[in-house]
């Protein structure tokens, strides 16, 4: 069946759904960790390690355990620098691929024995109010079972160690698909469903990601962009995370029939590298460069991931937590006034209350909305209620110009822009304008349209 015909089909389907009739499940649709997960929009990546005292990105494994020696570690300096910059979470590099653990790593020798930063970050998110998530990467340039079936075990033994309830729950899980060489000049084939059913196992609301998920995939770049076509199904199954991964256009878009729900995260750096150089302290991204990633994460159906490295004292430099401050300040001055002041549908109030969880049935592919005292805008916000699934595919926007009476047959419509996917949040960037009234019409949608929440806004810096 062709998509124009399913959009006849549903526009009867809405006109007879009803007020109060909640429309079926459409596809694959997320589970209940994954809303929440989703509803997080933006997080903290804080990557720590011998790195931070070598310089380097990628450890060798060959470097000594009094190198990594910070020394005012703060963790709690972390988390208030977080949740005052708007984060929700949390995700600490706890082993990088140089085999160094933060934690008192049992089954292996090279950790940290006289800190337990695992256990200072826990805690401290706990205390904010924030969700504590770690990396692990399975890749290990120190362990001498790497490259041998021993070093899965090890792996997953490390795995339950993090995981088993000492630092109670962890809400995502990054599973790193690297795989180079170890000590011994192999590579390891990693065993990835023993991974993954050890945390799912020990924490079974942990949203694992990965280059197929299965709860959260990579975006395909490291530079916070999602697709302006942004599925948050994917077809996974065939294959694996790192080298196998799906099409780098699968992870960027996503697949817009894939049998799973496995929507993305765009991760990125503050710095021009992942890890902490006294050189790049004067090479910090701007407030506008932060915006832009913003939109283009976050306002494209993706839970953006910011890196913001501790230094060698173990804490976040001054510096990196002004322009975060500066970055939340434009934020709120942008979204703190909704100028859409009525939604033409029925129940049409429950876009504007800024409750996620109420919702309205679109009964017509198109509605109308009247804006506050015809201001100014440049932005457009759509939330579609994603536990009944992923519904929209493409919609237009146009904007009155022909007086007060938006009614006429003759017309007064113009068309000022197209979208395609909406899923948990999309911001359209729209030419500046002026009007009374916005005309929205979902042009392709797999079944009955489901909105969650609405917003017209101006961002200056436009």
């Not at 209940?32 to 070598?54: I, K």
């Not at 929700?88 to 020798?109: E, F, M, Q």
Request: aromatic share 10%; net charge negative; with cysteine.
């Amino acid at each position: 069946m062709k998509r124009e015909i399913v959009i006849g089909l549903t526009t009867i389907a809405v006109a007879a759904a009803g007020c109060g009739r909640e429309p079926e499940p459409c596809g694959p649709v997320p589970s209940e960790a994954q809303v929440e997960w989703q509803r997080m929009e933006m997080n903290m990546f804080v990557h720590f390690g011998p790195n931070t005292f070598s310089g380097l990105e990628w450890g060798t494994g060959r470097e000594t355990d009094n190198l990594f020696r910070p020394s005012e570690l703060d963790c709690r300096q972390w988390a208030r620098t977080a949740k005052a910059a708007g984060m929700r979470g949390i995700i600490l590099t706890a082993k990088h691929h140089d085999g160094y653990c933060l934690w008192p790593n049992p089954v292996s020798a090279h950790c940290s024995k006289d800190v337990d930063v695992l256990r200072e970050l826990s805690d401290a998110c706990r205390e904010e109010g924030l969700k504590f998530g770690v990396y692990i990467s399975p890749w290990d340039r120190n362990d001498p079972a790497y490259g041998t079936p021993e070093y899965n075990e090890r792996y997953a033994e490390t795995l339950r160690s993090v995981h088993g309830g000492a630092y109670g729950p962890i809400f995502e899980h990054w599973f790193d698909g690297a795989c180079g060489e170890g000590p011994n000049g192999k590579r390891q084939d990693y065993d990835w469903p023993l991974f993954r059913r050890t945390v799912s196992e020990l924490q079974p609301d942990a949203v694992q990601f990965s280059d197929v998920g299965p709860g959260c995939r990579w975006v395909g770049n490291e530079n916070g962009i999602a697709g302006e076509t942004n599925w948050s199904t994917l077809n996974a199954d065939g294959y694996t995370p790192g080298a196998g991964a799906p099409p780098v256009r699968s992870l960027f878009e996503g697949d817009e029939h894939g049998a799973a729900w496995i929507p993305a995260e765009a991760d990125v750096s503050l710095r021009p590298g992942w890890f902490w150089r006294a050189s790049e302290d004067d090479r910090l991204k701007s407030v506008d460069e932060l915006m832009d990633i913003y939109y283009s994460s976050v306002g494209r159906n993706a839970v953006l991931l910011l890196n913001v490295p501790a230094d060698t004292r173990g804490k976040i430099p001054a510096s990196d937590s002004l322009r975060l401050m500066e970055f939340r300040a434009r934020r709120d001055s942008v979204f703190a006034r909704n100028l859409a002041r009525r939604v033409r549908v029925p129940a049409g109030r429950r876009l504007l209350d800024g409750t996620f969880d109420s919702h309205a049935v679109l009964r017509a592919r198109t509605f109308e909305i009247d804006i506050q005292d015809s201001e100014p805008f440049n932005l457009l916000l759509l939330q579609e209620y994603i536990p009944l699934g992923q519904r929209i595919s493409s919609f237009m926007v146009e904007a009155w110009d022909g007086g007060a009476d938006s009614s006429r047959s003759e017309g007064g419509w113009t068309e000022i822009a197209r979208g395609t996917t909406v899923g948990y949040k999309r911001i359209l960037r729209l030419p500046p304008t002026t009007t009374s009234r916005l005309r929205i019409t979902i042009t392709d949608s797999f079944a009955v349209p489901v909105l969650s929440e609405l917003g017209v806004y101006f961002d200056a810096f436009l």
